[in-house]
């Protein structure tokens, strides 16, 4: 029988994922809300549904595994408010659900370090929608669910060289503030093990094996262009978004040692450098 996986929010993580699957005679069905990315998706061997608008329910019936990447908005969870009792109705169907959250479902924890045991404190309005909307998708009965709890996504596309060729990146300094990320490819590479070894009602930290300060980052991808470091600006006092400033909000190391001890993942990027060398290298055509 052929898998199929149907996925909600057909986005960067989620393509990473289809190019494993892809190569494996996997069906991939990706939802987007325009007609400009579904070419796209086409051109990649997914079969794109425009949505809102499609009629889902043909997808949902040939579904193997389910992959939700949309984000909560004011409404709570897009896909569940459109679709919970038809997924409902089929739980027994899926083999493999996946939802991807973030790593802000634990909220500040001033620099300590945090594993799925961690209680959900989220202390931004996004951390909160996430909290919702994992509560939501687990109150399914039946449902084979897996929680992926993202640290900051970077990878082709995502990186901070464009930033730092333009001159426009900047050093934030908070003392004691450090974030987790986590390349796309090692994103793909934990779902895909996942599907592969399925333990309904898991949630995994997907992130890198370094927590580290944003500005060494900057400095970093600097270092590696050859330019000069760009200026350190006191956090206090940067002309900063409020999106940007939220996140400077919770500070916290995170654990990943359950994707390698249950999934047995090795890392291709461990940490922000081995990442970064190959994003250049990539971009270069080395």
């Known amino acids: 029988m052929t898998k199929t996986l149907l996925s909600f929010g057909h986005g960067y993580s989620a393509r990473a994922l289809s190019r494993i699957l892809l190569p ?7 939802t987007t809300r325009s007609d400009d990315k579904a070419a796209q998706l086409m051109s990649e061997g997914t079969e794109p549904r425009i949505w809102p608008g499609a009629d889902m329910i043909p997808a949902l019936n040939a579904a193997t595994h389910l992959l939700i990447s949309a984000a909560p908005g004011d409404a709570g969870d897009p896909v569940l408010a459109a679709l919970q009792g038809e997924i409902a109705k089929r739980a027994a169907q899926f083999e493999w659900v996946g939802y991807l959250s973030t790593t802000g479902v634990y909220g500040d924890h ?5 594993d799925e045991s961690t209680a959900l404190t989220p202390a931004t309005k996004r951390g909160i ?13 039946d449902l ?5 709890r993202l640290a900051g996504i970077y990878g082709p596309g995502r990186g901070p060289f464009s930033k730092v060729r333009a001159g426009t990146a900047r050093r934030i300094i908070k003392p004691g503030q450090v974030f987790s990320r986590t ?3 090692d994103i793909a590479r934990v779902l895909a093990a ?10 995994y930290n997907v992130c890198d094996d370094d927590p580290a300060p944003p500005e060494d980052v900057i400095a970093y991808a600097a270092e590696l262009l050859g330019v000069p470091v760009p200026p350190a600006v006191d956090f206090e006092t940067a002309d900063m978004t409020p999106m940007a400033r939220s996140f400077y909000a919770e500070s916290k ?8 001890d249950e999934l047995s993942v090795a890392l ?3 940490d922000y450098r081995t990442g970064l060398k190959a994003l250049l290298a990539q971009e270069l055509g080395a």
């Not at 494996?24 to 990706?30: E, F, K, L, M, P």
């Not at 001033?110 to 945090?114: C, L, P, S, T």
């Not at 929608?129 to 009965?141: M, N």
């Open 183 to 185: 390349h796309v490819a």
């Open 129 to 141: 929608a996430r909290v919702k909307a994992e509560t939501a998708w687990a109150a399914i009965p």
């Open 194 to 203: 996942s599907i592969q070894r399925p333990n309904p009602g898991a949630a």
């Open 268 to 270: 291709l990027y461990p």
């Open 144 to 148: 084979r669910l897996h929680i992926f």
């Open 110 to 114: 001033d620099g300590d370090w945090v």
């Open 24 to 30: 494996q005679d996997w069906r991939v069905i990706g």
């Open 253 to 260: 190391k995170v654990r990943n040692d359950r994707i390698k």
